[in-house]
């Protein structure tokens, strides 16, 4: 199979998809699969390398040499049988080249343009999962021209509908990036600030104290769920440093929690995952509070994917050791295309 990796991109999270990208390529049996890299710069330029035979270091391809090429992203070959798009953040994981894919006719692995651009944005993420009926915090969302026309009046809902601790966040970014926790007016005011430097809406978020606990799901229609696994940070709470940059963080897998937990958060995922139209992978993050109480916290369309990180250790947990999730992922992603080639389209 001729399987095409997309990496890089144009988010804060450019970095961690290079993580992602290296770990895939080591894994894949190169026996197996023809790998063809197309590395995206942060300024979006896409380089197209030649075949990989064997592991990298440097998956930075930033010289027009060795067979290493820019390519106009609509010029990406469809002699590819499968594109896997190993992309954290906007321009990425939000739908946007899941569309070019599904404009050009490749297939490619994962979520669709629906789940990855509602999974993207937490407020329309939140909005779903409040339809669906799933247990979640409490949550305000607030676009910049309304927070610059009167900050005030932005900082007063936050403290009455919500009230501190809080979590101020981007609506549109991952790996923890731009959050803050809050603990009065001040702290808030500089969270709302930090957190519009990255996107023009963000969402408040209360602050609970509970078990931070996650699931990774695989599947189309039919579902399958990992093991539990506990985040346990030795921070305050579990920010970008944390998850990539030291060993400070716990990951406890399986988790010690009841069955009767463990069944509520798979339910509540095949739900949220349904609900979002979710295909080929997602991991789902919940908070397990001290009075039992099991909420839903998030969806993450394309988590973190090297071995070390949580959705592969969940699914190691569970008997899927990660050269095979990765080849599980191709094979859930060709299905969804052929699936998709048999709907009439009529004119």
Request: glycine share 8%; with cysteine.
């Amino acid at each position: 199979m001729k399987l095409c990796l997309l990496y890089g991109g144009k988010s804060a999270e450019h970095e961690v998809s290079l993580q992602t990208a290296k770990a895939v390529i080591h894994a894949l049996d190169k026996n197996k699969f023809d790998v063809f890299p197309i590395y995206i710069t942060k300024k979006g330029k896409w380089i197209q390398g030649p075949q990989i035979k064997e592991s990298v270091e440097d998956i930075k391809l930033l010289q027009f040499s060795n067979g290493d090429e820019e390519i106009m992203p609509q010029s990406l070959s469809k002699d590819m049988d499968m594109v896997f798009p190993l992309l954290h953040g906007p321009n990425g994981e939000d739908g946007t080249v899941q569309g070019l894919l599904e404009v050009l006719d490749i297939p490619y692995v994962g979520n669709g343009v629906l789940a990855s651009s509602a999974g993207m944005d937490k407020i329309v993420m939140k909005n779903i999962f409040a339809q669906a009926g799933l247990d979640q915090v409490e949550y305000a969302s607030f676009i910049r021209s309304s927070w610059e026309a009167d900050r005030d009046a932005a900082y007063s809902e936050v403290e009455e509908k919500i009230g501190y601790p809080s979590f101020v966040k981007p609506a549109n970014l991952g790996s923890s990036v731009g959050i803050s926790k809050c603990e009065n007016r001040e702290e808030l005011a500089a969270a709302f600030e930090e957190a519009f430097r990255y996107d023009r809406r963000i969402i408040v978020e209360e602050g609970v104290t509970a078990r931070e606990i996650e699931v990774g799901i695989l599947g189309n229609d039919e579902l399958s769920c990992s093991v539990a696994g506990e985040i346990v940070p030795k921070k305050e709470f579990y920010d970008y440093e944390a998850k990539y940059a030291d060993d400070t963080t716990e990951l406890v897998i399986p988790a010690d929690i009841t069955e009767t937990d463990y069944a509520s958060m798979k339910e509540m995922a095949f739900t949220a995952y349904k609900a979002l139209d979710c295909s080929g992978l997602a991991r789902m993050d919940f908070f397990l509070t001290a009075d039992g109480r099991v909420l839903i916290n998030e969806v993450n369309t394309m988590p973190g994917f090297t071995p070390v990180s949580m959705f592969p250790l969940l699914w190691k947990n569970s008997g899927v050791p990660y050269p095979e999730l990765i080849e599980r992922l191709v094979r859930l992603g060709r299905q969804r295309y052929e699936e998709k080639q048999k709907i009439v389209h009529t004119f």
